[in-house]
């Protein structure tokens, strides 16, 4: 028997697991964990998905991991260590950043396993061992997380195309990147079998109507105006969203310093490594008066670890210009104004952090001064998902919200629909799997529309 498991993801957003079994062979694509404060509530929590899925001696050729967001990986932990995994190059680099931090808090380590993680490469069909069965070609898609991947499968004499979480308005989709890369016979014949396909926008179309940019470059535009318009600029976004932290890097002000710390540094070196030489805004910027722009980089006394990361940017053939700013070297740097990439305080316990410090001591200057760019959900300022710490940290300053959905918009998925022409379609990773077929996008293919249901399971014979 040949069928698609959707353990978990089919009538929810985040917490994906999909199983893909061909007779004896098994692979699992995303063993995610609940989106944060969810997982009481959840119909399958984390703790029931990793017992259905590991719990009854099932064997898995492998996992792959379409991206680094933990509604995707987070479980890793929970995986039998026999099974392989797999990410793409650069997603790993970036994650082993990360999870290098996140250990500093936990008591399960996981740098080990993310270190020990096979890659993939877009465009090159994967070698698994015992698979032989399920032919696995990675694309490289666009999405918030970078280095992020669409699967093509081939399985039971069927043609899939798995999307993941994709978009089509960040930096990888420009020049028309995406829909050259669907339309190419190359990896993806025009007819497909079955197109499983993320809708996480479906519930939120007032979101994308309220948000004042619709893409990536126009993100960038208009944050290069409000950094004009003030002196000392907070930015708070995902220290991972890199698409969003480039643009704000390109279209910050040539005189005013682009500051962070050193974590978001090594991640901002990861992803300049990993995507130079495919997205030219992945390269460092030249300023007016053909100077590369510095990034200035928040240190503590006696951390050597910068010159570390400099022998690894020479080595990778990457030249990012720095300028260390110590404890007590502030208003040498930043009196004149800044961009600072920022972060609240998650552990006031242990003292006020950097950031905080620094916003107090501008605020004290003239508050008119003070912006803070918020780049993220904007479910976390209020309501049942309010982040305190996000919250507290914006207090009473100017605001201004700026931010771009890291998922296709429903004009998108219509589109993908249209190019790849499947005979079924599959719903996943969305809270409107049954409505899909009733929206007016997509009246042309509502007999193709195919929500799960309860057991989760598409029988490939169907098609």
Same mark, same amino acid.
């Given at each position: 028997?040949? $069928?698609?498991?959707? @353990?978990? !993801?089919?009538?929810?957003?985040g917490?994906?697991?999909?199983?893909?079994?061909? %007779?004896?062979?098994?692979?699992?694509?995303d063993f995610g964990s609940n989106l944060p404060g969810t997982d009481e509530d959840s119909p399958v929590t984390d703790k029931q998905l990793t017992e259905n899925v590991f719990g009854q001696n099932a064997q898995y050729g492998a996992v792959l991991f379409s991206h $680094?967001?933990?509604? @995707?990986? !987070?479980?890793?932990?929970?995986?039998?260590?026999?099974?392989?995994?797999?990410? %793409?190059?650069?997603?790993k680099e970036i994650l082993s950043v990360v999870t290098e931090y996140i250990d500093r808090y936990s008591d399960v380590k996981g740098?080990?396993?993310?270190?020990?993680?096979?890659?993939?490469?877009?465009?090159?069909?994967?070698?698994?061992s015992g698979i032989n069965e399920i032919n696995v070609i990675p694309l490289s898609v666009d999405h918030s997380a970078l280095d992020a991947y669409m699967f093509y499968i081939e399985m039971a004499g069927k043609k899939i195309l798995f999307t993941g979480d994709f978009r089509d308005h960040g930096i990888a989709s420009e020049n028309n990147r995406f829909w050259s890369l669907i339309n190419s016979d190359k990896y993806i014949p025009s007819d497909i079998d079955l197109l499983i396909t993320e809708g996480t926008m479906l519930s939120r179309k007032k979101e994308i109507g309220d948000n004042i940019v619709q893409s990536e470059a126009e993100l960038g535009k208009r944050s290069a105006e409000i950094f004009r318009a003030h002196k000392y600029n907070f930015v708070l976004v995902s220290s991972t969203n890199l698409d969003s932290i480039i643009e704000f890097y390109h279209n910050s002000p040539d005189d005013l310093p682009f500051v962070c710390d050193l974590y978001q540094f090594?991640?901002?070196?990861?992803?300049?490594?990993?995507?130079?030489?495919?997205?030219?805004?992945?390269r460092p910027k030249t300023t007016g008066d053909n100077e590369t722009k510095p990034i200035y980089v928040l240190m503590n006394n006696n951390d050597s670890r910068l010159e570390e990361i400099f022998e690894e940017n020479r080595e990778k053939g990457v030249f990012v210009k720095t300028v260390p700013i110590f404890p007590g070297q502030?208003?040498?740097?930043?009196e004149s104004g800044f961009v600072m990439l920022a972060r609240p305080d998650r552990y006031p316990e242990n003292g006020k952090n950097r950031f905080v410090k620094i916003l107090e001591k501008y605020s004290e200057h003239d508050e008119s001064d003070v912006s803070i760019l918020y780049s993220?959900?904007?479910?976390?300022?209020?309501?049942?998902?309010?982040?305190?710490?996000?919250?507290?940290?914006?207090?009473?300053?100017?605001?201004?919200?700026?931010?771009?959905?890291?998922?296709?918009?429903?004009?998108?998925?219509?589109?993908?629909?249209?190019?790849?022409?499947?005979?079924?379609?599959?719903?996943?990773?969305?809270?409107?799997a049954d409505e899909m077929a009733a929206m007016e996008e997509?009246?042309?293919?509502?007999?193709?529309i195919v929500p799960m249901d309860e057991t989760g399971i598409f029988d490939l014979s169907a098609l």
């Open positions: 028997m040949s $069928y698609i498991r959707f @353990h978990r !993801g089919a009538r929810q957003i917490g994906c697991c999909t199983e893909f079994c061909c %007779g004896d062979e098994r692979i699992l694509i $680094y967001h933990g509604d @995707h990986y !987070g479980l890793y932990k929970e995986i039998p260590s026999d099974i392989p995994l797999y990410m %793409g190059s650069t997603a740098l080990e396993r993310i270190k020990n993680m096979s890659v993939y490469h877009p465009g090159r069909p994967l070698q698994i090594r991640v901002i070196c990861k992803a300049i490594q990993g995507k130079k030489d495919w997205l030219t805004l992945y502030e208003d040498t740097h930043l993220m959900w904007k479910g976390y300022l209020s309501g049942d998902h309010e982040d305190k710490a996000i919250t507290g940290f914006i207090g009473r300053h100017h605001r201004e919200d700026l931010h771009v959905s890291g998922h296709a918009y429903p004009e998108t998925i219509c589109r993908l629909i249209k190019e790849t022409n499947p005979k079924r379609i599959i719903p996943m990773h969305t809270e409107m997509f009246s042309d293919y509502r007999e193709r």
